[in-house]
């Protein structure tokens, strides 16, 4: 007798199910609107052939400029009538931003510049998930330094030059960041497993 094959649920497999309800409005901007240090954070997701990923999203934590995990509770608002989310209310810095990619796999997220916490250098925290992941995926976004020295990290500290390359954004005019997210092949990012 032969067992019927069992097909994935959404419980098995990693989207594209996140364009409905996870992406909400305000949800790239983490720094407050008209913050005079914004720094802008672009990039794309892109798959082992180099091809854009269209339906992945992306996640970001990072302290804020002091070093310090923000200890707000959140800064979305409800709509009254409806109960659906109206976004963020634009006043508080949560050090969290989500954001789906657009059709060109292309990324842009809002927030302040990390400060440096104890020996790590200054970084944000990046969670992707998209199509063909059974499981999101972790990794880290390091910043240039600004005005001084770099800090020694131990997670930089122990990849080889060209496997850490794949973890620094590169900064561009105007104050903007370009950090491409390669989910495999030749350049792919480094990737952290959490026990």
Known sequence: MTTPSARP?????VGPFYGYALPFPGGADAA?????DTLVLHGHVRDGAGAPVPDALVEFWGPGPDGELPRTTGSLRRDPTTGGFLGRDGLGFTGFARVA?????HWT?????????????PHLAVCVFAR???RHLFTRVYLPAAD???????????????????L????EPRGSHRF???LQGAAETVFLEFA
């Open 9 to 13: 649920t959404p419980a098995q497999t």
């Open 32 to 36: 407050p609107a008209g913050h005079p």
């Open 101 to 105: 990619t657009d059709a060109d796999g």
């Open 109 to 121: 997220v809002r927030t302040l510049r990390p400060g440096a916490r104890g020996a790590h250098a």
């Open 132 to 134: 063909g992941l059974t």
């Open 148 to 166: 001084r020295e770099p800090v020694t990290d131990p997670l930089l500290a122990a990849l080889p030059p060209e496997r850490r390359a794949t």
């Open 168 to 171: 620094m954004a590169i900064a």
């Open 180 to 182: 491409d997210i390669r």
